[in-house]
């Protein structure tokens, strides 16, 4: 881990900038696993499953038997667990939905207003690996059904005995998700942006993967599909003060560091104190990681910076902008104000990014890659589409009917005109 | 115009697809002309308008003396309808602001909440050709500036003269648009994508264009930059049963039409007295339209079709998904209610869809080619990030760290647990 120590504002960009991954080859691979599901559907599926993930599956469906094994499976306390972070993360997303249509009445006799209106299909991605990550489950599933959405469809990898963890065969069917499909990989997205004689095709695709399935989320968007938002590898900024604690502070970096040697941790402070206190605290903790080589390797990567004030860390964390910010400090509030670039925002000693990644109740797919300059994290939002309408009167239409002629007229475009002249007409003669 | 007398449930779809482009060749095309603009900069800008445009430029920034000679052509009845519009779109566009943060105790101590935060950069693209497209300036100024979006620049090109059209120079000015530059086509999104010496990088690029710009659109994503939604030609779908108006709906088929021959206009009716009266109505229309032969080849494109209730027109729109949809009937709000995919929806006989393209305060840049499916038209949140933020308090890690503890171990993440557990334990011996 470097550290710098009052770096020029000049060098800030280029201390923003992330890991550059190898991507030579990637899109041709993906592009022909994509073109094989296309034209061979089912089959296709089970022939990269054998090839990639080494199972011989015969149906990639999950049957309602293997749910009803894996919810009597799950220990009662995960169970415990899994429902306080439910009900968090519900109750905040609850309150992102529109209910009622704000009806605005622009000039008299012309009503306009708008409706949130769930996304009919969407499929969502949990990645297999090292661990079951059931909690982008609840990070997904639980905004869809709030958003209306009808059908919610997942597709998870099997493991070596062609079997889907039971905790991520729990938390889907506890957050009512329709169907459950053991797919991974390219071929997962392929399949929902396609269509097989499974699995059905859908009309936006969500969730994390490596860069197998971020590379065919990217190309899927060409066939008319949404994705929820590019991705990258995951990554911490933490800006303390003097009155952060060194040891939280290391754990906050190290608890991402883990997620993958190609995550990024950068912490920012006005206090060189700080700074030497954390670096002790972390080749403490390190030792006593499973995955300390993991960790190890995205330390590499990563950069403690001493700056001026901590209005200076701001300014640079807004260049940045990370994908997790945490200001370890007793006045985060005051500094809350002045973000501007981030996916989400943890405030003070005691909110570690952890509680946000399981139950406080924010949602943790967020934008990485400093993504948070221009795109949010996943929201209710990014399960509705919002249709506009609106409703003239004769009166309406005779209130803004000149200004809409004159406009058109304008732009040369007179059976737009004359769309309102014949209505103007028709009230004139009444 | 074919018409279809109630055609089989199972032709719906195919009878909702849209005419396919022939994009051979085009991203090769596109692509190196991004590739130019990244390495030359201003240098290729000017070759490229040279090229393309036929305009030979030695700066492509749109100086004072420009926009205030503009604001004194436009004629006072232009800017008075201008400014009617104005105000009703920024009336509509003003209710979708979420000012303030409301904040969730998702348990006690456990405080989450959300901040919209305006994009700090933003690029508009505003297309040349036979008419300048000054209501669009509108309808993507007006929400950047309400969501407050920094800097707000905009491309457009330049005319054989090397100017661009006053209209769109003081609607520009009236919106607040930082600064304006003369260039169009793939090469002005790459100049807003990658920055050249005098026009600079944006996060996220909006506005209609040709088959090349659409293209550049689709590519520069790979670079990072979000851009508004995917886009095709535009669309309307008309619902009508016997209390519709066949001249208007006539006039609103051809005022879609008229934008080109790769348009696409239906009309569903339960009412076969309705279609015949449309057809006579179009074709007494036609005639007087200056844009009679692109009319036409969109008409070409276009369908009529027979369906047995109304109910069954909504389901087939539902499958269609238009950009723009117009109730046509006395029933409309009834109707309203049942419409799950389109872009803008135009309520009863006084509503047209001109109204919405200009002034009733609607957004018209909306999502075409079935895209209401998957994706809202531009908003004011088209134009901001959401940031999450959470606060917990010593009570609110205590009331929610075990069940994090318990998942960040089920999902083999020791030190995610161990930043929880640190906080407890420091809690605990306070």
Redesign the interface.
Same mark, same amino acid.
């Given at each position: 881990m470097k550290t710098y120590n009052y770096p020029n504002k000049n060098k800030w960009t280029l201390l923003s900038q992330r890991p550059i991954l190898n991507q030579n080859d990637l899109e041709q691979t993906v592009n022909s696993i994509l073109q094989l599901v296309k034209k061979n559907k089912d089959e296709a599926l089970l022939e990269l499953t054998l090839k990639y993930d080494n199972v011989k599956l015969n149906n990639v469906k999950v049957g309602p038997l293997e749910i009803t094994k894996a919810i009597s499976i799950v220990s009662m306390?995960?169970k415990?667990?899994?429902e306080?972070?439910y009900?968090?993360?519900t109750?905040?997303h609850e309150?992102?939905l529109e209910t009622e249509s704000?009806v605005?009445e622009?000039?008299t006799g012309?009503k306009?207003w708008?409706k949130s209106?769930g996304?009919?299909k969407v499929g969502l991605y949990i990645p297999g690996g090292?661990?079951?990550?059931?909690?982008t489950i609840l990070m997904l599933g639980i905004p869809a059904k709030i958003a209306g959405c009808k059908d919610v469809i997942l597709c998870t990898p099997a493991n070596e005995n062609g079997n889907i963890d039971p905790?991520i065969l729990y938390t889907a069917n506890l957050v009512g998700i329709t169907s459950i499909y053991k797919v991974g990989g390219a071929q997962a997205i392929a399949a929902m942006g396609f269509g097989t004689e499974t699995i059905p095709q859908v009309?936006?695709i969500f969730g994390p993967g490596n860069q197998y399935v971020t590379k065919a989320k990217?190309l899927i968007?060409?066939n008319?599909?949404?994705i929820d938002m590019?991705a990258g590898p995951s990554e911490v900024l933490i800006i303390a003060d003097q009155s952060g604690?060194p040891?939280?502070i290391a754990?906050?970096l190290?608890?991402q560091?883990?997620?993958g040697s190609d995550s990024q941790v950068i912490l920012l402070s006005n206090s060189l104190k700080i700074i030497d206190d954390v670096k002790c605290e972390l080749i403490k903790?390190l030792e006593?990681?499973?995955?300390k080589e993991t960790?190890l390797g995205a330390l590499n990567n990563s950069r403690l910076i001493l700056l001026k004030t901590i209005y200076d860390c701001i300014e640079f964390s807004n260049i940045y902008a990370p994908e997790h910010l945490i200001i370890a400090s007793n006045n985060?509030?005051k500094y #809350?104000s002045k /973000?501007?670039?981030?996916?989400?925002?943890?405030?003070?000693?005691?909110?570690? +990014?952890?509680?946000?990644?399981?139950?406080?109740?924010?949602?943790h797919t967020l934008?990485t890659?400093?993504?948070?300059?221009?795109?949010?994290?996943v929201?209710v939002?990014s399960f509705?589409?919002?249709?506009?309408?609106?409703?003239?009167? #004769?009166q309406? /239409?005779s209130n803004?009917g000149?200004?809409?002629e004159?406009?058109?007229e304008? +732009?040369?475009?007179?059976?737009?005109?004359?769309?309102?002249t014949?209505?103007l007409n028709?009230i004139r003669n009444d």
């Open positions: 306390e995960l415990t667990a899994i306080q972070a009900n968090n993360i109750l905040f309150s992102q704000k605005i622009t000039t012309v306009c708008r209106v996304i009919d090292s661990a079951p990550l059931f909690s905790t009309y936006k990217e968007q060409q008319g599909i949404a590019p604690n040891e939280f754990a906050d190290l608890s560091a883990e997620h903790q006593k990681l499973p995955r960790a985060a509030d #809350a /973000i501007t670039n981030a996916g989400s925002v943890f405030l003070g000693n005691y909110s570690c +990014e952890s509680a946000g990644d399981y139950a406080s109740g924010t949602n934008p890659n400093g993504f948070s300059k221009n795109y949010s994290g929201s939002d509705v589409k919002k249709i506009t309408f609106q409703k003239l009167s #004769a309406g /239409i803004i000149q200004s809409i004159i406009m058109a304008a +732009e040369g475009l007179f059976a737009h005109k004359n769309a309102v014949l209505r028709s």
